[in-house]
C-alpha cells in the first residue's frame, strides 16, 4: 500500500507506525495476503479480527439455519438472494434447515434469549470451513448478514450477474459487533419533491446496508400532503397537489393564480405505506412518521380553510415563502378533532412506537390576531403565544400517549414548556438535545451544521443548487452526538442521531442519492462504532471500497470527497506562502500546476506541501486508474504584503461563516461568486475592524478589498470602508472614505473592490480598516429590519 501521498507533512516510516497504531485500536490484526481488503467494513465492528486462511462460497456450500427458526429463514433468504442476484445461477443456494449437517455451510442462528446485549449485537465467524452467524435478535442476525457481504468483494453488489461467479473467497474473521445508540436514522422530505415507493424503498436498503434502524418520513407539510387519510379525503385531492413551477427556482414561484390546475404532487395510499412499512420491517428500519403541525401545514388549510385562523382562502404553494404565517388555530376544538382523526389513522398504519409531530418554525403572527387563539389563552391561563403552542403540543401529546405511543417533535417544543414525555429532536444546534436531556427526557441529535444533509458537501461551485452550508464528508464524520455538558446520567438520554434530507432544492430520486451519500455512511459509522474506533484515515480507507460497492450498486452518490482542495500557510522563515493539496481521499493521486494549465495525468504529481513567492493559479485534481475524478479545482493566489502577518480582530466574525478562522482575509485565497465556498467571511448585523501589523514600517502602494452582494441571501455590500495608517499603533492616519455606490436593490450576485491607492512615499507599519455593515436589510427587502450580513475574502495590501 501507498501511503505515501496522504502522509506528506509525516516521514513514511512514522506513516505506517500510525496505520498500524489505528488498525490495532480497531481491533484488526491483519494477517496473510487477504489482509488489506478486509479492514474495508462499514461502520467499523466494535471487535474485529483477522485470521489466516479463507472461506470459499461455492456451488457446494449449504445455506443453513440452525433450528429453522423462521425469521432466521427469512434473512438467510435474503443472504441467498443477494449472492444469487450478484454472482449468477451458479451461486443459486438453497436454504436448508439444521439437520443438514454437512460443510462448507454457513450456518445461521438466531437464540431468541435475553443476554442483556444491546439489540442489533451479533457475533460473525468466518472459518476455512464454516461461516457462523449468531444473534440473539433478528436485528443482530441481518447486521451479521451485513458485515459478512461487505467481507465479499464489491462485486457483491451488483444489481444483475455480469456472467456466472463459480466461487467468491473471503477472509477468516472474527466478529463481535453492537451498535453504539440505539437511535441510527435517516429522514427523508417527501413534501417538498414527493418521491415514489420505489425509490424510498431503495433508500431504506441503503440505510440497512449500513445498520441504520430508523426511517423518518417527512410525510407532511406546506408544499404537500403525501399520504391518504379516509375521514380527509382532500388532503390527498387538493392538500397533495400543487401548480408546476418546477421551472422556476424554488424561492421565485409565484403562488398558484385562479383556473391554474395543480398538477404536480402524489401521495402513497394506505396500501403502498403498508408495503412500505413492511419492507422497512423486514430490514430492521422502523419508520416514523411525521406529521406536521402547527406550522407547516398551509397545504391542509387549502383543503380545509376551516382549521385556519383567517379562513383563507389558500392554495398549496409550488415553493417556498418565509415566514409562512398561515398555520393551524390553536383556538378551535375542530382543529383538535382533525388532527386526533388524521393521528388515529397514521397510528393504524404505522406499528413505531413513536409519532413525530414536527413542531418547528410557528410564526404566532396569525395567532395573536386570532379571537378564538386569544380565548383560548385566557381560558387556559396561559402567559403568551409560546405557551399557546406548549398547550397545543401537550394536547396532541395527551392523546398520542392515550393511544400507547410516544411523541418526538423539533426542538421548539421545548418552548413554553415541554409536553410530559417528549422525545426532542435537537435541530438548531445540540442545545436543545442538551436542555432536553437536563429535564430527564430523550433526545435525538440533528444539528443543522453536521446532520442537513441538504447543505452543500463541497465546493459550491461545482454543486448543484443545495438551500446553502457546507457540511463535508469529514465533517460528518466528526460529529460527536454526546455533547461534554452532559453528565453521564443525561447522556443516557441521548438515543443517537439522525441525517436529514430536506428536499426545497432536491427534486429527483437520484438526486436525493446524491446528497444523502455518501453522507449518511460517515453517520452510520458516528451512530454505531464505538467512540473510541473513529478514526478518519481509517475511515477514508475503508470508504474507498464501499464507493466501489456503491458504483456497483448504481448509486448516484455525491464525488464531491474527490475534489483536491488547497489551503495556504505561511512559512515565516522564508516569508513564502506555503500551498498544501488535499482531499477527503486516502492515497487518490493528485496532480496540480501552478501558472493556470489544465491538469493532466503528466503534470507533476502532489507529494508535499511547496512553497510560492508571486501571484498564480494553482490548479489540481485527483486521478483514480489514470483518469480524472471530478472536475478539477481552479484557485488564484495572491501573494501580498499582509500574507501571514498578524492581524488584530477588533470585532467579531459570525460562527457561521468563519471561512478558515482568524487567517482567512490574508492567506492569498481570493473567493468565488459563491459566498458559501468556504473562503468569505461573513459579519451579521456587525462592521469589520482590525488591525494588520506589517511587521515593520514599509512603503504601502494600495489596500485592497473585496466584497460580495447577494441580497437574496441577505448579503449587501459595506456602506464604505476606511483605511487608516499608523506607524506605531497608536496614532492613526484616516484617508477618505471608499463608498459604496451601487444599489442594494442590484438582482445579480457580483462582487465588488472597495481599493484605496494611496500617494507615492507612502510609508507604515500598521493598517486598519473599517468596514461599515448596513446592519439592518432595508424596508423594501424581505428581511426588512433583520440582520443583514456583510462578506469579505482578503485584505490584499501592495
Ligand atoms: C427544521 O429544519 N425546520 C426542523
Ligand atoms: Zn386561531
Given at each position: 500500500?501507498?501511503?505515501?501521498?496522504?502522509?506528506?507533512?509525516?516521514?513514511?516510516?512514522?506513516?505506517?507506525?500510525?496505520?498500524?497504531?489505528?488498525?490495532?485500536?480497531?481491533?484488526?490484526?491483519?494477517?496473510?495476503?487477504?489482509?488489506?481488503?478486509?479492514?474495508?467494513?462499514?461502520?467499523?465492528?466494535?471487535?474485529?479480527?483477522?485470521?489466516p486462511?479463507?472461506?470459499?462460497?461455492?456451488?457446494?456450500?449449504?445455506?443453513?439455519?440452525?433450528?429453522?427458526?423462521?425469521?432466521?429463514?427469512?434473512i438467510?433468504?435474503?443472504?441467498?438472494?443477494q449472492?444469487?442476484?450478484?454472482?449468477?445461477?451458479?451461486?443459486?443456494?438453497?436454504?436448508?434447515?439444521?439437520?443438514?449437517?454437512?460443510?462448507?455451510?454457513?450456518?445461521?442462528?438466531?437464540?431468541?434469549?435475553n443476554?442483556?446485549?444491546?439489540?442489533?449485537?451479533?457475533?460473525?465467524?468466518?472459518?476455512?470451513?464454516?461461516i457462523?452467524?449468531?444473534?440473539?435478535?433478528?436485528?443482530?442476525?441481518?447486521?451479521g448478514?451485513q458485515?459478512?457481504?461487505?467481507?465479499?468483494?464489491?462485486?457483491?453488489?451488483?444489481?444483475?450477474?455480469?456472467?456466472?461467479?463459480?466461487?467468491w473467497?473471503?477472509?477468516?474473521?472474527?466478529?463481535?459487533?453492537?451498535?453504539?445508540?440505539?437511535?441510527?436514522?435517516?429522514?427523508?422530505?417527501?413534501?417538498?419533491?414527493?418521491?415514489?415507493?420505489?425509490?424510498v424503498?431503495?433508500?431504506?436498503?441503503?440505510?440497512?446496508m449500513?445498520?441504520?434502524?430508523?426511517?423518518?418520513?417527512?410525510l407532511?407539510?406546506?408544499?404537500?400532503?403525501?399520504?391518504?387519510?379516509?375521514?380527509?379525503?382532500?388532503?390527498?385531492?387538493?392538500?397533495?397537489?400543487?401548480?408546476?413551477h418546477?421551472?422556476?427556482?424554488?424561492n421565485?414561484?409565484?403562488?398558484?393564480?385562479?383556473?391554474?390546475?395543480?398538477?404536480?404532487?402524489?401521495?402513497?395510499?394506505?396500501?403502498?405505506?403498508?408495503?412500505?412499512?413492511?419492507y422497512?420491517?423486514?430490514?430492521?428500519?422502523?419508520?416514523?412518521?411525521?406529521?406536521?403541525?402547527p406550522?407547516h401545514?398551509?397545504?391542509?388549510?387549502?383543503?380545509?380553510?376551516?382549521?385556519?385562523?383567517?379562513?383563507?382562502?389558500?392554495?398549496?404553494p409550488?415553493?417556498?415563502?418565509?415566514?409562512?404565517?398561515?398555520?393551524?388555530?390553536?383556538?378551535?376544538?375542530?382543529?383538535?378533532?382533525?388532527?386526533?382523526?388524521?393521528?388515529?389513522e397514521?397510528?393504524?398504519?404505522?406499528?413505531?412506537?413513536?409519532?413525530?409531530?414536527?413542531?418547528?418554525?410557528?410564526?404566532?403572527?396569525?395567532?395573536?390576531?386570532?379571537?378564538?387563539?386569544?380565548?383560548?389563552?385566557?381560558?387556559?391561563?396561559?402567559?403568551?403565544?409560546?405557551?399557546?403552542?406548549?398547550?397545543?403540543?401537550?394536547?396532541?401529546?395527551?392523546?398520542?400517549?392515550?393511544?400507547?405511543?410516544?411523541?418526538?417533535?423539533?426542538?421548539?417544543?421545548?418552548?413554553g414548556?415541554?409536553?410530559?414525555?417528549?422525545?426532542?429532536?435537537?435541530?438548531?444546534?445540540?442545545?436543545?438535545?442538551?436542555?432536553?436531556?437536563?429535564?430527564?427526557?430523550?433526545?435525538?441529535?440533528?444539528?443543522?451544521?453536521?446532520?442537513?444533509?441538504d447543505?452543500?458537501?463541497?465546493?459550491?461551485?461545482?454543486?448543484?443548487?443545495?438551500?446553502?452550508?457546507?457540511?463535508?464528508?469529514?465533517?460528518?464524520?466528526g460529529?460527536?452526538?454526546?455533547?461534554?455538558?452532559?453528565?453521564?446520567?443525561?447522556?443516557?438520554?441521548?438515543?443517537?442521531?439522525?441525517?436529514?434530507?430536506?428536499?426545497?432544492f432536491?427534486?429527483?430520486?437520484?438526486?436525493?442519492?446524491?446528497?444523502?451519500?455518501?453522507?449518511?455512511?460517515?453517520?452510520?459509522?458516528?451512530?454505531?462504532?464505538?467512540?473510541?474506533?473513529?478514526?478518519?484515515?481509517?475511515?477514508?480507507?475503508?470508504?474507498?471500497?464501499?464507493?466501489?460497492?456503491?458504483?456497483?450498486?448504481?448509486?448516484?452518490y455525491?464525488?464531491g470527497?474527490?475534489?483536491?482542495?488547497?489551503?495556504?500557510?505561511f512559512?515565516?522563515?522564508?516569508?513564502?506562502?506555503?500551498?498544501?493539496?488535499?482531499?477527503?481521499?486516502?492515497?487518490?493521486?493528485?496532480?496540480?500546476?501552478?501558472?493556470?494549465?489544465?491538469?493532466?495525468?503528466?503534470?507533476?504529481?502532489?507529494?508535499?506541501?511547496?512553497?510560492?513567492?508571486?501571484?498564480?493559479?494553482?490548479?489540481?485534481?485527483?486521478?483514480?486508474?489514470?483518469?480524472?475524478?471530478?472536475?478539477?479545482?481552479?484557485?488564484?493566489?495572491?501573494?501580498h504584503?499582509?500574507?501571514?502577518?498578524?492581524?488584530n480582530?477588533?470585532?467579531?466574525?459570525?460562527?457561521?461563516?468563519?471561512?478558515?478562522?482568524?487567517?482567512?482575509?490574508?492567506?492569498?485565497?481570493?473567493?468565488?461568486?459563491?459566498?458559501?465556498?468556504?473562503?468569505?467571511?461573513?459579519?451579521?448585523?456587525?462592521?469589520?475592524?482590525?488591525?494588520?501589523?506589517?511587521?515593520?514600517?514599509?512603503?504601502?502602494?494600495?489596500?485592497?478589498?473585496?466584497?460580495?452582494?447577494?441580497?437574496?441571501?441577505?448579503i449587501?455590500?459595506?456602506?464604505?470602508?476606511?483605511?487608516?495608517?499608523?506607524?506605531d499603533?497608536?496614532k492613526?492616519?484616516?484617508?477618505?472614505?471608499?463608498?459604496?455606490?451601487?444599489?442594494?436593490?442590484?438582482?445579480?450576485?457580483?462582487?465588488?473592490p472597495f481599493?484605496?491607492?494611496?500617494?507615492?512615499?507612502?510609508?507604515?507599519?500598521?493598517?486598519?480598516?473599517?468596514?461599515?455593515?448596513?446592519?439592518?436589510?432595508?424596508?423594501?427587502?424581505?428581511?426588512?429590519?433583520?440582520d443583514?450580513?456583510?462578506?469579505?475574502d482578503?485584505?490584499?495590501?501592495?
Amino acid at each position: 500500500m501507498n501511503f505515501k501521498l496522504s502522509c506528506n507533512l509525516q516521514s513514511a516510516k512514522g506513516c505506517v507506525l500510525f496505520l498500524f497504531l489505528v488498525f490495532l485500536s480497531a481491533g484488526v490484526f491483519s494477517q496473510g495476503p487477504m489482509a488489506g481488503a478486509t479492514a474495508s467494513i462499514v461502520p467499523v465492528p466494535a471487535r474485529m479480527k483477522l485470521k489466516p486462511g479463507v472461506f470459499t462460497i461455492d456451488p457446494q456450500t449449504r445455506l443453513v439455519v440452525n433450528g429453522d427458526n423462521p425469521e432466521a429463514r427469512r434473512i438467510a433468504t435474503f443472504f441467498a438472494a443477494q449472492l444469487q442476484m450478484a454472482g449468477g445461477p451458479d451461486l443459486a443456494l438453497a436454504v436448508k434447515a439444521s439437520t443438514d449437517q454437512k460443510l462448507p455451510s454457513v450456518v445461521f442462528s438466531l437464540i431468541e434469549e435475553n443476554t442483556g446485549s444491546p439489540s442489533g449485537s451479533y457475533e460473525l465467524k468466518v472459518e476455512p470451513h464454516q461461516i457462523q452467524i449468531h444473534a440473539h435478535g433478528g436485528a443482530g442476525l441481518f447486521y451479521g448478514v451485513q458485515s459478512l457481504l461487505q467481507l465479499f468483494p464489491p462485486e457483491i453488489c451488483k444489481q444483475a450477474p455480469a456472467g456466472s461467479v463459480k466461487s467468491w473467497t473471503i477472509p477468516c474473521t472474527e466478529i463481535k459487533d453492537h451498535p453504539r445508540f440505539p437511535y441510527r436514522g435517516m429522514h427523508l422530505d417527501v413534501s417538498r419533491h414527493f418521491f415514489p415507493v420505489e425509490f424510498v424503498k431503495r433508500y431504506i436498503d441503503l440505510l440497512a446496508m449500513y445498520k441504520m434502524n430508523t426511517f423518518h418520513w417527512h410525510l407532511t407539510d406546506d408544499n404537500g400532503w403525501r399520504i391518504e387519510i379516509k375521514k380527509y379525503p382532500k388532503l390527498t385531492q387538493v392538500a397533495a397537489w400543487r401548480v408546476d413551477h418546477e421551472n422556476l427556482p424554488w424561492n421565485q414561484r409565484s403562488a398558484q393564480q385562479p383556473g391554474e390546475p395543480a398538477t404536480y404532487g402524489g401521495f402513497y395510499t394506505r396500501d403502498e405505506i403498508r408495503e412500505v412499512v413492511k419492507y422497512a420491517a423486514d430490514r430492521y428500519v422502523m419508520i416514523i412518521p411525521e406529521i406536521e403541525m402547527p406550522a407547516h401545514s398551509v397545504e391542509v388549510l387549502a383543503a380545509y380553510p376551516q382549521f385556519s385562523c383567517t379562513g383563507g382562502p389558500f392554495t398549496v404553494p409550488p415553493g417556498s415563502y418565509w415566514p409562512n404565517r398561515d398555520i393551524l388555530c390553536a383556538g378551535n376544538d375542530s382543529v383538535f378533532t382533525f388532527l386526533e382523526d388524521v393521528l388515529s389513522e397514521v397510528m393504524e398504519l404505522f406499528p413505531s412506537p413513536y409519532i413525530h409531530i414536527g413542531g418547528d418554525e410557528a410564526d404566532k403572527t396569525n395567532w395573536k390576531k386570532c379571537p378564538k387563539c386569544q380565548e383560548r389563552i385566557k381560558s387556559e391561563g396561559l402567559k403568551d403565544e409560546k405557551e399557546l403552542q406548549s398547550y397545543f403540543i401537550k394536547r396532541i401529546e395527551k392523546f398520542i400517549v392515550s393511544k400507547g405511543k410516544k411523541m418526538i417533535g423539533w426542538d421548539e417544543i421545548l418552548e413554553g414548556g415541554l409536553a410530559p414525555e417528549a422525545t426532542v429532536m435537537s435541530w438548531r444546534g445540540v442545545e436543545g438535545g442538551i436542555a432536553a436531556a437536563r429535564q430527564g427526557h430523550d433526545a435525538i441529535m440533528t444539528p443543522g451544521s453536521h446532520c442537513y444533509f441538504d447543505y452543500y458537501q463541497a465546493d459550491p461551485q461545482f454543486e448543484p443548487k443545495a438551500i446553502g452550508g457546507l457540511t463535508t464528508l469529514k465533517k460528518v464524520y466528526g460529529f460527536e452526538p454526546v455533547p461534554n455538558e452532559l453528565s453521564t446520567e443525561e447522556a443516557r438520554h441521548i438515543l443517537g442521531a439522525q441525517g436529514n434530507v430536506w428536499t426545497e432544492f432536491i427534486p429527483t430520486p437520484s438526486h436525493a442519492e446524491y446528497m444523502a451519500l455518501p453522507r449518511m455512511i460517515a453517520l452510520a459509522e458516528v451512530v454505531w462504532s464505538p467512540a473510541k474506533l473513529r478514526n478518519w484515515d481509517h475511515f477514508r480507507q475503508r470508504m474507498s471500497n464501499q464507493f466501489k460497492r456503491l458504483d456497483y450498486m448504481g448509486v448516484n452518490y455525491s464525488k464531491g470527497s474527490f475534489r483536491a482542495e488547497v489551503t495556504t500557510g505561511f512559512d515565516k522563515k522564508t516569508n513564502a506562502l506555503l500551498v498544501t493539496i488535499g482531499s477527503e481521499q486516502l492515497n487518490v493521486p493528485i496532480h496540480y500546476t501552478t501558472n493556470g494549465d489544465d491538469v493532466t495525468i503528466a503534470s507533476p504529481l502532489y507529494t508535499s506541501p511547496f512553497e510560492i513567492k508571486k501571484n498564480g493559479i494553482i490548479r489540481a485534481g485527483l486521478f483514480v486508474d489514470g483518469k480524472l475524478k471530478e472536475k478539477t479545482v481552479e484557485m488564484p493566489l495572491l501573494f501580498h504584503l499582509a500574507i501571514g502577518k498578524p492581524l488584530n480582530y477588533l470585532t467579531q466574525y459570525s460562527y457561521r461563516y468563519p471561512a478558515s478562522g482568524r487567517g482567512a482575509l490574508n492567506d492569498g485565497l481570493r473567493g468565488s461568486a459563491n459566498h458559501r465556498d468556504g473562503l468569505w467571511q461573513g459579519y451579521l448585523g456587525n462592521d469589520l475592524e482590525i488591525i494588520i501589523d506589517l511587521g515593520k514600517e514599509i512603503p504601502i502602494n494600495s489596500v485592497q478589498m473585496n466584497f460580495i452582494q447577494n441580497q437574496h441571501n441577505w448579503i449587501f455590500l459595506p456602506v464604505f470602508v476606511e483605511y487608516s495608517l499608523s506607524s506605531d499603533g497608536k496614532k492613526y492616519h484616516s484617508f477618505n472614505e471608499v463608498p459604496n455606490t451601487i444599489s442594494t436593490k442590484e438582482e445579480q450576485v457580483f462582487i465588488q473592490p472597495f481599493n484605496f491607492q494611496f500617494m507615492a512615499n507612502t510609508k507604515a507599519r500598521f493598517v486598519k480598516v473599517h468596514a461599515k455593515n448596513l446592519g439592518k436589510c432595508p424596508s423594501w427587502h424581505e428581511g426588512s429590519g433583520e440582520d443583514c450580513w456583510m462578506f469579505m475574502d482578503e485584505i490584499v495590501v501592495f
